[in-house]
């Protein structure tokens, strides 16, 4: 009896273990969400969200297939470099940061293709409307570092159609180009560290 309880108790330790998981959480000093987009059909403008936080739960500390990763951007903290510009982001010809202060990122699936390139499918949330996107996701290595912390680096990049999200801006130029371009181009490196 108190063999087949020892046996009972080593599988159900056994069971709690390989649903264990490990989770990270994104250091704001090392990463960067960002974005890309035409201006006037000749220029790119670059911006990024200098406040934002995010988790990523993995099986164990070296395998990243099926993590669970989730971001949120702060829209308030939007940055293109010009303070006018930044202003007019936040109002309702674009997010409307007043009413929909955030961003959201989900992830429905983290896959391995080859080598160290994933696909990540996710839910982005923008002004309350949620669209499936595509990043292509780069793995960048897992080391320990100095501090005896493990850090592991991530280069994720999609483009999105912002007037899908919401984002209203349509002016035209009389060549019929876009003042500012619908499509987003997204870049993310993202560096994390394990709890």
Do not use: C
């Not at 934002?52 to 971001?71: L, M, Q, R, Y």
């Not at 595509?134 to 080391?143: C, L, P, R």
């Amino acid at each position: 009896m108190k063999k087949a309880f020892l046996v009972t108790a080593m599988l159900l330790m056994a069971g709690i273990a390989s649903f264990a998981q490990v989770k990270w959480a994104a250091d704001p000093a090392h990463s960067t969400i960002g974005f890309s987009v035409n201006h006037l059909g000749i220029n790119f403008v670059q911006g990024k969200f200098d406040k934002f936080s995010g988790t990523v739960e993995t099986a164990d500390t070296t395998n990243f297939n099926n993590a669970k990763i989730e971001f949120t951007a702060d829209v308030n903290s939007i940055n293109t470099g010009v303070a006018q510009r930044d202003g007019h982001l936040k109002t309702d010809d674009f997010f409307n940061a007043e009413k929909y202060p955030s961003i959201t990122v989900k992830s429905v699936s983290f896959k391995k293709i080859a080598g160290n390139k994933y696909v990540m499918l996710a839910d982005v949330t923008i002004r309350e409307t949620t669209k499936r996107v595509a990043f292509d996701v780069t793995f960048n290595g897992v080391i320990k570092d100095p501090w005896g912390l493990r850090r592991a680096g991530f280069t994720a990049k999609s483009s999105i159609n912002r007037l899908d999200f919401g984002l209203k801006y349509a002016d035209k130029l009389p060549n019929g180009s876009y003042a500012v371009a619908p499509t987003v181009d997204i870049l993310v490196n993202a560096e994390i560290v394990k709890q």
